[in-house]
């Protein structure tokens, strides 16, 4: 099993890469050192010092003034822990749940959070073992780091709280069981927490930033596969080529239109059905203007991912311990604004593809061009395709919803010392909702493309499009007459993942 290194940075490509081939991680040399030097001078620094220092020897939040006897430390932190998680809602996908162990060991690697190597290292047995905590969506302002979903996710740690039985196999077959048991399992002894432990442990972004490096994985496959779906309703709507022509988009050169036009062209390269002669003298937009729509995406896409890049090689916890220059710094590494715009940005990016999507999709069901009403053989007697486009029109609509800014918002906390707040934990989980409706979106144009391709026949489209066809009808037959739609649809997002 290939091993990667904890130590240098990590962005969503190389992340994705560890996800995918099942990667175990180990940290660097360097990286131990880093956390021992950090956590030896925070030792002796509150062992030879009677000054008050946020988190280590004082209360939290509005609580920050009240100072805790040096034998009580470790117990304010492990109560730090159990305080704090006390989240709710729907359990955060496994995926996720994983994601976060590596965001944050990434973030301790640094040597700026005054934590015990033991502890580092745990989170990596976790990581590595498929210990995945139990956490939930709900909980977090996205400031002061994700206090409750992270409590969660380390309260294993210390032997309490609950994990996964499951260990990233099927999810029907997932079971909870305590921590203490899966310790007990994997024969690992409870970690005893230590000055700042429990703090460096649950502030930080790490939930907003996992969720924000699934969504941007995804994000890229499904920009992938509006660029192919689309070009199958360019073929099946009988839909002109000019408005891909490179010259065309060498006078507008947003990075993002010349590639979605370059993709176009390359995808329907060959095509009989491109190269007749066509009636129409232009298409509607949600053709036309193809490159210009989901060039928009892409390019909202890579911003989104080069301030992610940042974020996940960044020391998001409070206070931050600077060894070398004798400081414990209080501050405000923690608060999630960038992401909370970002994953806010983000969402409306996707929206806008799933939006171009069902036009495309009503289009093709239309009547036009030589098709079918609905795209079926028999109108009238079959209802056909009428009515995924109406389940369409409505997760567009939802998708919509959905974009109404969480980063606009804020809400006073703890007794005002936390007065703003990013609410990204909020938009990051808005965003995948919206990432799951846009799968749907686009495996309903699929079917509509396929069937509609089907029925120019016998002319072909472009050997890359007949190709992908010929996989697709292994999983959805052309439909002669109605049948259950639903299954249809599942399949088709199963194709697209």
């Known amino acids: 099993m290939t091993t990667v290194e904890i130590d240098h940075s990590l962005s969503v490509h190389s992340i994705g890469s560890i996800l995918t081939n099942k990667k175990q991680i180990v940290l660097s040399a360097a990286a131990k050192k880093r956390i021992t030097d950090c956590y030896d001078y925070l030792q002796q620094k509150i062992k030879n010092s009677e000054e008050a220092f946020y988190g280590i020897n004082t209360g939290f939040g509005s609580l920050c003034n ?5 034998n009580e430390l470790s117990t304010l932190q492990e109560n730090l822990l159990r305080s704090h998680a006390c989240g709710t809602g729907n359990t955060v996908p496994k995926p996720i749940v994983k994601l976060m162990l590596l965001l944050k060991i990434q973030s301790l690697s640094y040597g700026h959070s005054g934590v015990q190597l033991q502890t580092v290292q745990r989170l990596v047995d976790f990581f590595n073992l498929d210990i995945l905590p139990v956490v939930y969506e709900q909980g977090s302002l996205g400031a002061s780091g994700d206090l409750a979903p992270l ?9 309490e709280g609950q994990v996964w039985k499951c260990e990233m196999r099927n999810e029907q077959e997932c079971e909870v069981e305590s921590s203490d048991e899966a310790l007990k399992r994997h024969q690992l002894a409870p970690i005893k927490l230590t000055a700042k432990e429990g703090l460096a442990l649950i502030n930080g972004t790490q939930f907003m930033s996992a969720f924000g490096v699934w969504c941007l994985l995804e994000a890229h496959a499904l920009s992938n596969w509006a660029d192919t779906i689309s070009c199958i309703s360019i073929d099946a709507f009988d839909a002109r080529l000019d408005p891909f022509h490179p010259s065309l988009h060498k006078i507008r050169a947003h990075k993002g239109q010349v590639a979605t036009a370059a993709a176009v062209i390359k995808t329907l390269d060959g095509s009989e059905i491109a190269k007749q002669k066509k009636t129409a003298v232009q298409d509607p937009y949600a053709f036309r203007c193809i490159p210009q729509v989901h060039g928009a995406s892409k390019d909202a896409i ?3 991912e080069s301030v992610f890049n940042t974020e996940i090689n960044s020391v998001t916890d409070n206070p931050n311990v ?3 220059e004798d400081l414990i710094i209080s501050g405000g590494n923690f608060h999630g604004q960038p992401l909370a715009i970002t994953l806010d940005f983000l ?3 996707l929206a806008e593809l799933g939006s171009i999507s069902e036009r495309r999709t009503y289009q093709l069901i239309s009547g036009q061009r030589g098709l079918p009403a609905f795209l079926t053989p028999n109108p009238g007697l079959n209802s056909g395709m009428m009515i995924p486009q109406y389940t369409a029109a409505s997760i567009v609509s939802q998708n919509k919803q959905l974009c109404t800014p969480a980063s606009v918002d804020s809400i006073v906390s703890s007794n ?8 990204g934990a909020n938009a990051a989980t808005k965003c995948l909702r919206v990432v799951n409706n846009l799968r749907t979106i686009l495996a309903i ?3 509509n493309a396929t069937q509609a391709l089907e029925l120019r026949r016998p002319l072909k489209s472009s050997k890359t499009i007949e190709t992908l066809l010929s996989k697709y009808r292994q999983q959805v037959s052309f439909m002669k007459e109605d049948r259950y739609l639903h299954g249809d649809i599942k399949k088709s997002e199963a194709f697209l993942v």
């Open 66 to 70: 009240t100072v805790i006897p040096k």
């Open 151 to 159: 409590a969660h996710l380390c309260l294993p740690l210390i032997g």
């Open 302 to 304: 890579a911003y989104v």
């Open 322 to 324: 600077f060894a070398e």
């Open 347 to 349: 969402a409306i990016a």
């Open 416 to 423: 005002g010392q936390e007065d703003h707040v990013s609410m």
């Open 445 to 447: 144009e699929l079917l």
